[in-house]
C-alpha cells in the first residue's frame, strides 16, 4: 500500500510521462527515454533517486540541490526474482530514495520501433512484482491501438489470442473510459486472486494523431 509521500513521487513520474507522450512524436519510443525524462522530473522535484554504480551491492544516489546535480555511494538492495526465472537478481527501472521510498517498473509499447513486437510476457511479470511487494508501483506508456491489443482487443485478428487476454483487462482500464488528463483521472481499485489494487490512467489525444494511454498500478492492500 502506498503513503501519501509514494503517491505523490508516483504522480509526478506519471504526469512526466503523459507530458513526454504528449509533447513529442515518439515520446513512447524507448523504455531508456522515458525513464530519463521521469528521472529528470523526479530530481527537479526535489526527489534522489538510486542508479546503478558498477559496484557489487552499492549504488550511486544521485540529487539535484540547488542546481548542483551531485552522487554518493549507497547500499543497494537487491530484489529476487521469482522462483520460475533464469535471472540472478531483479533491477527495477527506477528506485526513488528521499524523501520517500519507491520502487518502480516502466514499460512502453509504441507502433513505430520494436516495442512494438513485446506484448504481455514481460508486463504480465511486473504486475506479480507488484503483486508481491517485490516493487510498489507499474508504469505503462503504449500507443492506443498496442494497449488495446494487451486487453485482448486485436485490430488483425490472425494469429493467436494475446496472451494473459484473461487477466491484462483487470489491470488495464478501456482506453475509452479513461480521462484525456490526468488532472482528471480518479483512482479505480481491483480485486484480483493477486491482491488488490489501485489503477489510475489517462487516454492522451496527440497533435500528430498517436492516441496514448499512461497507466499507474499499485498495491492496495
Known amino acids: 500500500m502506498l503513503t501519501e509521500q509514494q503517491k505523490t513521487a508516483l504522480t509526478v513520474v506519471l504526469r512526466a510521462c503523459a507530458d513526454e507522450c504528449m509533447r513529442s512524436p515518439l515520446g513512447n519510443l524507448l523504455e531508456s527515454h522515458l525513464k530519463v525524462v521521469a528521472a529528470d522530473a523526479l530530481l527537479r522535484s526535489g526527489y534522489s533517486i538510486l542508479e546503478s554504480a558498477n559496484r557489487k ?33 531483479m533491477s527495477p527501472d527506477l528506485r526513488v530514495w528521499a524523501p520517500c521510498r519507491l520502487v518502480l517498473e516502466l514499460q512502453v509499447r509504441s507502433s513505430f520501433g520494436s516495442q512494438s513486437a513485446l506484448f504481455s510476457e514481460n508486463l504480465f511479470d511486473d504486475l506479480r512484482r507488484v503483486g508481491n511487494q517485490a516493487v510498489d508501483a507499474f508504469v505503462l506508456a503504449a500507443d492506443v ?25 483487470l489491470f488495464l482500464p478501456a482506453s475509452e473510459t479513461l480521462p484525456a488528463t490526468f488532472e482528471e483521472a480518479g483512482v479505480r481499485s481491483v480485486q484480483t486472486a493477486g491482491g488488490h489494487f489501485e489503477i489510475t490512467g489517462a487516454l492522451l489525444k496527440t497533435a500528430f494523431k498517436v492516441d496514448r494511454c499512461v497507466i499507474g498500478v499499485w498495491r492496495a492492500a
Not at 62 to 77: H, K, W
Not at 145 to 169: E, H
Open 57 to 89: 551491492g552499492s549504488g550511486r544516489l544521485v540529487s539535484l540541490r540547488s542546481g548542483v546535480l551531485t552522487s554518493t555511494l549507497e547500499p543497494r538492495p537487491s530484489i529476487a526474482p521469482f522462483s520460475d526465472s533464469t535471472k540472478a537478481k
Open 145 to 169: 491501438t498496442l494497449y488495446d491489443a494487451l486487453r485482448g482487443i486485436k485490430q488483425d485478428r490472425r494469429g493467436r489470442k494475446a496472451k494473459y487476454a484473461d487477466v491484462m483487462p
